[in-house]
T-cell receptor, first 110, second 115 residues
Framework: GQQLNQSPQSMFIQEGEDVSMNCTSS?????WLWYKQDPGEGPVLLIA?????ELTSNGRLTAQFGITRKDSFLNISASIPSDVGIYFC??????????FGAGTTVTVRA | EAEVAQSPRYKITEKSQAVAFWCDPI?????LYWYRQILGQGPELLVQ??????VDDSQLPKDRFSAERLKGVDSTLKIQPAELGDSAMYLC?????WGTGGEQYFGPGTRLTVT
C-alpha cells in the first residue's frame, strides 16, 4: 500500500505565483521521483532525485531530496495555466519498486 | 521521443466478462510494470516483469487477473471475470534499470469501466 503523505491535498494557483508541495514518508528511499498527470492520461516524469540533499531543476520546476531520505519537495515558480494537473511523488527502494503518494491537485484560481 | 504504448485507451465491459489490455514498452526496456490507479489515488503495482519473467506479482489478484510477457517485449494483462470494483485506470510503465537509475516511464493508460 501507499506509504507516502503528500501535502497539500489540493491547491489553487494564480498565474505568476510560486507554489510548493511536499512528500513525507516513514520509510527511507533511495530515489525520489516527481510526476505530473493530466486527466485521462498517464503520469509524466518531471524530475528524478538520486542523492540525499540533492537539489535539481527542470525549467520552472525545482525539487529536493531531503537529508533524512524520508522526504522531498517540489516547487513550481511563476506558475502558468498549463501547470494545472495532479502531481505525484514516488519513492523508490533498492528493488526499483515505486510507492506513490495520493497526489496534489493543482487548480487555477478563478 | 520513445514512448510506452497502451491499447485500448478506453474499455467498457459488463461484469463477468473477460477483458484484456496490451502494452508495448520503450524499446530496450527490460523491466515492465502494470499498475492500477483508482480515482483520487496514486498508482499501485500489480505485477513486475524482468524480460519475460515475473519478478513480483504479490499484489495481483490471481483468482481473476493474469499477466504475461511471452517474448520479453510487449505484455498483456487480462481480467476474467471482471467485477464492478475493477473499474480503474490500468497503467503500464517501463524502465531500463541499468541505464537510467530506475526511472519509470508510463504509458497513457487504459480506462476500464465495468457495468
Amino acid at each position: 500500500g501507499q506509504q507516502l503523505n503528500q501535502s497539500p491535498q489540493s491547491m489553487f494557483i494564480q498565474e505568476g505565483e510560486d507554489v510548493s508541495m511536499n512528500c513525507t514518508s516513514s520509510s527511507i528511499f533511495n530515489t525520489w521521483l516527481w510526476y505530473k498527470q493530466d486527466p485521462g492520461e498517464g503520469p509524466v516524469l518531471l524530475i528524478a532525485l538520486y542523492k540525499a540533499g540533492e537539489l535539481t531543476s527542470n525549467g520552472r520546476l525545482t525539487a529536493q531530496f531531503g537529508i533524512t531520505r524520508k522526504d522531498s519537495f517540489l516547487n513550481i515558480s511563476a506558475s502558468i495555466p498549463s501547470d494545472v494537473g495532479i502531481y505525484f511523488c514516488a519513492g523508490q527502494r533498492g528493488d526499483y519498486k515505486l510507492s506513490f503518494g495520493a497526489g496534489t491537485t493543482v487548480t487555477v484560481r478563478a | 521521443e520513445a514512448e510506452v504504448a497502451q491499447s485500448p485507451r478506453y474499455k467498457i465491459t459488463e461484469k463477468s466478462q473477460a477483458v484484456a489490455f496490451w502494452c508495448d514498452p520503450i524499446s530496450g526496456h527490460a523491466t515492465l510494470y502494470w499498475y492500477r490507479q483508482i480515482l483520487g489515488q496514486g498508482p499501485e503495482l500489480l505485477v513486475q516483469f524482468q524480460d519475460e519473467s515475473v519478478v513480483d506479482d504479490s499484489q495481483l489478484p490471481k483468482d481473476r487477473f493474469s499477466a504475461e510477457r511471452l517474448k520479453g517485449v510487449d505484455s498483456t494483462l487480462k481480467i476474467q471475470p471482471a467485477e464492478l470494483g475493477d473499474s480503474a485506470m490500468y497503467l503500464c510503465a517501463s524502465t531500463n534499470l541499468w541505464g537510467t537509475g530506475g526511472e519509470q516511464y508510463f504509458g497513457p493508460g487504459t480506462r476500464l469501466t465495468v457495468t
